[in-house]
């Protein structure tokens, strides 16, 4: 069975920092692609950022360009978003994506960023 479990969500001031990190158990077939996405109160859930698993390149959502990065580390089986510069409009609850030959979501882990 997969599951994806998110942690390090929190409440923080703007223009501080978070690290989320997503632990990856059990048998994925095929991993094309490992990502975040967010959904805030009221809103439907975007993208926020991507990273594929043949290469490693990466793909940002331009509300978080330059801001946040995502990491692998395929020996802990864990996926990493560090958020830095952090806004009031990046509030939302942060959900881990696996794809393979289906798509697996984490249960979402809540960041809150007070102005």
């Known amino acids: 069975q997969v599951q994806l479990v998110e942690s390090g969500g929190g409440l923080v001031q703007a223009g501080g920092s978070l690290r989320l990190s997503c632990v990856v158990s059990?048998?994925?077939?095929?991993?094309?692609?490992m990502g975040w996405y967010r959904q805030a109160p009221g809103k439907e859930r975007e993208f926020v950022a991507l990273i594929t698993n043949d290469d490693g390149s990466t793909t940002y959502a331009n509300a978080v360009k330059g801001r946040f990065t995502i990491s692998r580390d395929n020996a802990k089986n864990t996926i990493y978003l560090q958020m830095n510069s952090l806004e009031p409009e990046d509030t939302a609850v942060y959900y881990c994506?696996?794809?393979?030959?289906?798509?697996?979501w984490g249960q979402g882990t809540q960041v809150t960023v007070s102005s």
């Open positions: 059990g048998s994925i077939d095929r991993i094309n692609a």
């Open positions: 994506n696996v794809v393979g030959i289906y798509s697996y």
